[in-house]
């Protein structure tokens, strides 16, 4: 599962919306940047989301995207 999906996923689970995910990510054009595929998230963010919304560690981390 992308990161992606694993937090959309988890957000439709929790009737969650982007500004809930303020907390973990930071402000709403970064929550939507992540969402979109625009911004990794990085360890803290990893961290917090798997923390607060239970998403399993492994589902954020991925490689990073060869350019």
């Not at 969402?35 to 990794?40: A, D, V």
């Amino acid at each position: 599962m992308l990161v992606w999906q694993a937090i959309k996923f988890r957000m439709e689970q929790a009737s969650l919306t982007p500004k809930d995910l303020e907390p973990m990510i930071g402000r709403r054009n970064r929550v939507y940047e992540v969402l979109n595929r625009k911004r990794s998230l990085t360890l803290p963010m990893i961290w917090k989301l798997h923390k607060e919304l239970g998403i399993p560690a492994e589902n954020l981390i991925q490689p990073p995207a060869h350019t």
